[in-house]
């Protein structure tokens, strides 16, 4: 198995055809105040499986805190079955997870981790920044 794309991002659409779209990919959220809810994002995937990756398999997102917390603790794992068609040396499948309503009790460094069958196969990083009106990352804040 290999994972060749894993992004957070705005949107995401698996199309037929074995097609990955995906918009707005990011790795920071700036928020004025907490704790912060961000609306919508997705999680977009390919992972190649190969012959010796057939059989059912449990695909799962976690959002974990500075702490090692899980922010998304409710959500269940995907069931999948791999299975490799004949005269097929891999197979490339795309998972798009939709994600509504996150929360952030602070700010702080996040990761979400994608795990298959309990082990770690991707980790994708993400920083929850608090900014001021009119103020970008690293940039002291305005004058008053």
């Known amino acids: ?3 060749q794309i894993a992004s957070l991002c705005d949107s995401a659409a698996d199309y037929g055809g074995g097609k990955l779209s995906f918009l707005g990919a990011f790795d920071t959220i700036l928020v004025r105040e907490f704790p912060a809810v961000h609306s919508h994002c997705s999680v977009a995937l390919r ?26 603790p409710d959500l269940p794992p ?10 097929m040396f891999f197979s490339s499948n795309n998972f798009v ?6 929360q952030f009790p602070a700010a702080g460094q996040y990761s979400i981790d994608i795990t298959m069958d309990q082990k770690i196969i991707a980790r994708i990083p993400l920083q ?15 004058n008053k």
């Open 47 to 72: 992972i190649i499986f190969r012959d010796t990756d057939e059989g059912e398999h449990d695909l799962q997102l976690a959002m974990i805190d500075e702490d090692g917390r899980n922010q998304l």
């Open 1 to 3: 198995m290999e994972v």
């Open 78 to 87: 995907a069931r999948i079955n791999v299975k490799l068609g004949e005269q």
């Open 128 to 142: 929850v920044l608090q900014v001021q009106a009119g103020q970008m990352p690293g940039q002291q804040p305005p």
């Open 97 to 102: 997870f939709n994600l509504q309503g996150l």
